[in-house]
């Protein structure tokens, strides 16, 4: 396997997020309902494809803990149901519009509060301090923020070695300000045009758009894609679907949510090209 271009994800492959992002989901949940799902649970969401951005999974998760309330069901059927509905937050909610009546849909729809969620979903990950810079307003609360304690996964030897060989971009469910700090912290820098952020296209994984995109521009004849979720390897089949001119690689990395032989079999199901278990493995796997 060769790559003139590699393409990152942040989340799980160049930072650890377990006890940042994921926290954060769990804890909105409960902030603002006293119940919420384990943090292990997340991933259930994530396989179900869809749910790129974070918000949307803090969600559907709030959304399922209102459902269950008032009709018990299994999350694991919950977010299957949402895989069969084709993921994402619309078929959470179709999901639970069929499961309940019209009166009790209503209830939850009425309590279901997205701003309310999104707002300590801010506060909880970026700090009180960061959430002034950024979203411009008061924190609901004030918090430190996880964004500071993200373990860095990515060496920077690897940062050297795979620019010695390919061109380096990124492609993440990030906003464009969140991305730069991670990107920062890792100590990648990656211009503007080899980059997409949740700002600059509204698709999201696992549609090919940006990663197509990038191959453009990159001259690319061949892209590999590290990701840590299905919906990343997927991109990368999907773009080779599209772009049949050029060769797309979908990496499963096993430092995410995915890990270990299950994790692998998952990505594998998926249509990975390979699984690797670090970001770091990378220039081995493409250019020895």
């Known amino acids: 396997m060769h790559a003139d271009a590699v393409v990152l994800d942040i989340d799980g492959v160049l930072l650890d997020v377990a006890d940042s992002y994921r926290r954060a989901i769990v804890e909105s949940v409960e902030r603002l309902y006293d119940r919420t799902i384990d943090r292990d649970d997340v991933q259930l969401f994530k396989d179900a494809g869809g749910f790129n951005n974070d918000w949307d999974v803090t969600y559907a998760a709030a959304l399922y803990v209102l459902v269950d309330e008032r009709e018990p069901i299994g999350l694991s059927t919950f977010t299957d149901q949402i895989e069969s509905q084709g993921g994402g937050l619309d078929a959470a ?4 519009s069929a499961h309940l009546d019209d009166e009790v849909l209503a209830a939850v729809r009425e309590e279901w509060d997205r701003e309310g969620l999104r707002e300590a979903f801010q506060a909880l990950y970026l700090g009180a301090d960061l959430y002034r810079e950024l979203e411009g307003g008061e924190p609901p609360f004030e918090t430190a923020g996880y964004i500071h304690d993200e373990p860095i996964i990515l060496d920077p030897e690897t940062i050297d070695r795979l620019r010695q060989h390919a061109d380096v971009g990124v492609l993440t469910g990030r906003p ?3 991305a730069d700090i991670a990107l920062d912290r890792v100590g990648l820098s990656v211009p503007d045009e080899h980059r ?3 700002d600059d296209w509204e698709a999201g994984k696992p549609h090919p758009h940006a990663l197509v995109t990038l191959a453009e521009r990159f001259d690319a004849d061949s892209v590999a894609f590290a990701g840590d ?11 080779a679907e599209s772009d049949p001119e050029r060769e797309y690689y979908g990496i499963g990395v096993l430092t995410g949510g995915l890990t270990g032989e299950s994790g692998r079999r998952a990505y594998e199901a998926a249509g990975a090209a390979t699984v690797v278990d670090s970001v770091n493995d990378l220039p081995t796997l493409l250019f020895e």
Request: aromatic share 4%; hydrophobic share 55%.
């Open 93 to 96: 909610e179709a999901v639970a």
């Open 196 to 198: 997409f952020t949740m």
């Open 229 to 239: 979720t299905l919906d990343d390897v997927k991109t990368a089949v999907n773009a």
């Open 176 to 178: 464009a300000a969140e």
